[in-house]
């Protein structure tokens, strides 16, 4: 299946861990971005990267560490959680050049809870 | 700073009702406009989409109506069903800029059998 794919679904994790988010897209993609979409629905861009190479980088606390080793993959590691990091965060891909916008594809999101 | 304000927050419609749900923007850059459709527990996904050199743009029972002059646009779901009932978000973007996704804060459809 053609997809943007997250690992894990659910991450329930203490305050002051440190945890990782993957995330793989085979659509052939060159652009892939992490959304955080907290409690009240609000989806807030985090960062993106177009073929391994960060573009955007919104104010995030550096806590926040994106990762791309190719274009096909965005990973997110966070360290020192906070109970205000608990949100879905979601990844998503789409063929820049073509206008991010008309393809943005999206996975189904980690549920990251910080107790 | 809200860049993208969507109305209603939620909405309740019956069977066969036209559901309305409005955005308006404040950069003029913008210059590309989408709806996205999330239901529970999945990703939002890409409903349909508008550019600002057209006034409207129908896909089947779904239907953005663009003001360029008010900087508003709409989307109309016409005949509602149950399987409609979902979060729908506004966005919009600058397709020679950043071309960074800006979201409305959702509006919940719910339609009524």
């Known amino acids: 299946d053609t997809a943007v794919s997250q690992t894990p679904k659910y991450l329930v994790t203490q305050m002051g861990n440190d945890k990782s988010i993957k995330c793989e897209q085979n659509l052939g993609h060159d652009t892939m971005y992490w959304y955080k979409q907290d409690s009240k629905k609000f989806l807030k861009i985090m960062f993106s990267y177009n073929n391994k190479e960060l573009i955007i980088n919104e104010t995030v606390p550096n806590r926040f560490s994106p990762k791309s080793p190719d274009k096909a993959h965005l990973n997110l590691h966070i360290n020192s959680l906070e109970l205000g990091d608990s949100a879905v965060y979601f990844c998503?891909?789409?063929?820049?050049?073509?206008?991010?916008?008309?393809?943005?594809?999206f996975g189904s999101g980690t549920r990251l809870t910080v107790v | 700073q809200q860049q993208v304000k969507q109305s209603p927050q939620s909405l309740i419609v019956q069977k066969g009702g036209i559901s309305i749900i409005n955005c308006a923007y404040e950069n003029t850059a913008f210059d590309y406009f989408p709806w996205y459709q999330q239901f529970p527990g999945k990703g939002p996904a890409l409903l349909i989409a508008?550019?600002?050199?057209?006034s409207e743009k129908k896909e089947g029972r779904f239907t953005i109506s663009f003001n360029k002059s008010a900087k508003q646009f709409s989307l109309h779901i016409m005949d509602s069903q149950p399987g409609d009932s979902a979060t729908y978000f506004c966005?919009?973007?600058?397709?020679?800029?950043?071309?960074?996704?800006?979201f409305g804060k959702g509006t919940k459809l719910t339609v009524n059998p």
């Open positions: 998503a891909s789409s063929p820049k050049g073509q206008g991010s916008a008309y393809g943005y594809t």
């Open positions: 508008i550019r600002p050199d057209v």
């Open positions: 966005a919009a973007s600058n397709l020679g800029g950043s071309e960074k996704l800006v």
